[in-house]
């Protein structure tokens, strides 16, 4: 009752011994799932805040653009299991790398296009139609993996809710953002001029939550999957460069297709596994965090690389 009272006490088994509470406590004892699917919801009701159709009508007017995007992003699994099998990887860290591969560009794309004077409607458009396709993407490709992979360890997924999860916490915030861009486009722009500017630190502190929580897993493993992610990354750019030449794609597009390849929505990785509905294991978002923090540094580092030559 004392502890239920004052909030900040909690009452050990031996008797008349109180310890605070200290934030460092707090954060990795919470659930983090509270945190993640909250700042999920809202990267996809900012990316539904900028799409109109147009965004989804580009791929009949720029068809090699769009497919050699899109293609970069779904095949990006196939890379993960390469790798995860080339570096003999845990199950559940196989799992986890395969799963950040499954995802969809993140919304800080359309920025780094941008900064690297990039095509922007391209970006916009594929981050739209990669967020569409991989809600029906994802969970099969997981079913495949977790049925070959997962059964060693006894890790079963469930494909139902996934697919609502994904329903609920993706496809409806974008397209509420997407009505209220429709009907009331002065307040849809004002909305996202103020959410897009929270979509990086928020993604920075779902990072930081989560190398808290598990921060002694990620630590005794930190060579191989820092090593697994960077060769993830920078093997998916190398096969968009190539999916660029192939379609003979002009600089601006090229530019835009490497990015959103590399960077992928790292929060929905986080968020499935965390969930109490799907995995519900911290571990399987591990991958995701060293992604997460792995995609703006080579990232930031090409973006730059591009500036300076003009």
């Not at 890379?79 to 799992?95: E, N, Y």
């Amino acid at each position: 009752m004392l502890y239920s009272l004052l909030g900040i006490y909690k009452i050990s088994k031996i008797p008349c011994l109180f310890v605070p509470l200290h934030p460092f406590f707090m954060v990795t004892h919470m659930n983090s799932i509270l945190i993640v699917l909250p700042i999920l919801t809202l990267l996809m009701f900012c990316l539904g805040l900028t799409l109109e159709a147009k965004d989804f009508l580009l791929v009949f007017k720029r068809v090699k653009a769009v497919l050699g995007g899109l293609a970069g992003q779904l095949l990006m699994p196939v890379i993960a299991l390469a790798v995860a099998w080339m570096m003999h990887l845990d199950p559940i860290f196989t799992i986890g790398l395969v799963l950040i591969a499954c995802c969809p560009g993140g919304s800080s794309s359309n920025i780094f296009s941008m900064l690297a004077k990039g095509d922007v409607a391209l970006s916009v458009s594929l981050t739209a139609l990669s967020s569409i396709i991989t809600l029906f993407t994802i969970p099969l490709i997981m079913q495949l993996v977790t049925d070959t992979v997962g059964q060693q360890v006894g890790i079963q997924l469930p494909i139902k809710n996934l697919l609502m999860q994904n329903l609920v916490t993706m496809l409806l915030p974008i397209v509420i953002g997407i009505i209220i861009k429709h009907y009331k486009p002065l307040l849809a722009a004002r909305m996202a001029q103020v959410l897009s500017k929270l979509a990086f630190p928020a993604l920075m502190l779902l990072a930081g939550i989560f190398f808290l929580q598990h921060k002694e897993t990620i630590v005794a493993n930190f060579s191989v999957l820092g090593l697994a992610v960077t060769t993830l990354l920078l093997a998916a750019i190398a096969f968009a460069a190539v999916l660029c030449y192939i379609f003979m794609l002009h600089t601006k597009e090229r530019r835009t297709i490497i990015i959103e390849v590399g960077m992928q929505n790292a929060a929905q990785a986080i968020a499935i596994a965390s969930s109490p509905f799907v995995f519900n294991d911290g571990r399987f978002a591990i991958p995701a965090i060293l992604y997460a923090l792995m995609m703006n540094v080579v990232l930031l580092t090409y973006v730059a690389i591009v500036k300076l030559k003009g």
